[in-house]
């Protein structure tokens, strides 16, 4: 499994999907907002929360058509499926790169960004806590929607279809967790359940894209 998993690193780096696509399409995010909305940072503030969390849903987004896409190209998908490691384990494993490779170097960086919006420093900490606990949802789901299209002929745009609206329970509870946290108030029932997501996620979304890229493979 750490084979696979730093394979998968590299392949994402060297496919152009890694570690700076996901940080240059946030920072454009964040700099080209303040533009479209205007100057005052009264505003900035108050929209921040849903915008970085905006930003980073879509961000995920860049990469996931290429989660199984290379793989199935070269025939790599076909021995992995039957291989002695299970192809849960390999759905886990695969959606574990995206997250450390696309997510993890945005939630570093998102603090910084957050600056560009005028977020309050006490919704700082926040940010990055709903994004390390909400994120690797992205990345689950985000599989098993790659999964679903694999093979298919610009299936990008079919995947993001059928993907959001399971990225939108995410998207409400992370945004609020760092709106509570910037007003002061207590943030912990969406981080509870930011956190359900997760590990419902995370004890599902393996068995479900397996079943779906068994039936690809045929």
Known sequence: MIALLVRDLRLAVRAGGGFGLGVGFFLI??????FGVGPQGGMLSVIAPGILWVGALLACLLSLDRLFALDHEDGSLDLLASSPLPLEAVVAVKAAAHWIATMLPLI???????LLLHLRAEAALWLVGSLLVGTPALSLLGAFGAALTVGLRRGGLLMSVLVLPLYMPTLIFGAEITRRGAAGLDPSTPLALLAAI???AA????FAAAAALRVNLR
Do not use: K, Q, Y
């Open 29 to 34: 995010l964040c700099t080209l907002v303040p």
């Open 108 to 114: 570093v960086a998102a603090p910084l960004f957050g």
């Open 198 to 200: 997760t590990l419902i």
């Open 203 to 206: 004890a599902l979304i393996p």
